[in-house]
T-cell receptor, first 117, second 109 residues
Framework: GAVVSQHPSWVICKSGTSVKIECRSL??????MFWYRQFPKQSLMLMAT?????????EQGVEKDKFLINHASLTLSTLTVTSAHPEDSSFYIC?????????????FGPGTRLTVL | RKEVEQDPGPFNVPEGATVAFNCTYS??????FFWYRQDCRKEPKLLMS???SGNEDGRFTAQLNRASQYISLLIRDSKLSDSATYLC??????????FGQGTTLQVKP
């Protein structure tokens, strides 16, 4: 099956710093990647849809200036949490759709656990 | 009303039991339906897609009722390794996936 990697797997940072998370599709080219956030005991919430070569589409309530998304190639999308604060602590997960695969099936990265002190 | 609703559980069952999870969705235009499994502190992994005719994969059977906007997952002969959270997932148009809160299953020896 399609493989998606994420880096780093966990990060602890001080309040006010910026954190970059990378999402890569390893064995397929993904024109579309998705970024989710999951708080404890809650469901995955879609933050934004990342399209290669164009601006990301953000979900309602997600600040685009705080969560910067770049999808510069068909295999890499990055999410930068700018000026992180404790309330941004969460599990961030990316996914990618394999254009050769089943319609709407998404493959998930292993997630990045962010803790902001 | 949530777009995808699930009973969060937990469901505590003995090994070998049969357990069923239900899910309802609000968007009648949805076309794709999935069950994902998520282990603690891990990413979701696709368990199975759900088709209108119903489908089975080993001990797992998924059913879809479009008229009632209802999806089910049946697990037979539960194993300890089945302990996880099961996420009902529905497409929300334009390729987005909408996740339910998840149903937690704990299989005990």
């Amino acid at each position: 099956g399609a493989v998606v990697s994420q880096h780093p797997s966990w990060v602890i940072c001080k309040s006010g710093t910026s954190v970059k998370i990378e999402c890569r599709s390893l064995d397929f080219q993904a024109t579309t990647m998705f970024w989710y956030r999951q708080f404890p005991k809650q469901s995955l919430m879609l933050m934004a849809t990342s399209n290669e070569g164009s601006k990301a589409t953000y979900e309602q309530g997600v600040e685009k200036d705080k969560f910067l998304i770049n999808h510069a190639s068909l295999t890499l999308s990055t999410l930068t949490v700018t000026s992180a604060h404790p309330e941004d602590s969460s599990f961030y997960i990316c996914s990618a759709r394999d254009p050769e695969g089943t319609y709407n099936e998404q493959f998930f990265g292993p997630g990045t656990r962010l803790t902001v002190l | 009303r949530k777009e995808v609703e699930q009973d969060p559980g937990p469901f505590n069952v003995p090994e070998g039991a049969t357990v069923a999870f239900n899910c309802t969705y609000s968007n009648s235009a949805s076309q794709s339906f999935f069950w994902y499994r998520q282990d603690c502190r891990k990413e979701p992994k696709l368990l199975m897609s759900v088709y209108s005719s119903g489908n089975e994969d080993g001990r797992f059977t998924a059913q879809l009722n479009r008229a009632s906007q209802y999806i089910s997952l049946l697990i037979r002969d539960s194993k300890l390794s089945d302990s996880a959270t099961y996420l009902c997932v529905v497409d929300g148009n334009t390729g987005k996936l909408i996740f339910g809160q998840g149903t937690t299953l704990q299989v005990k020896p």
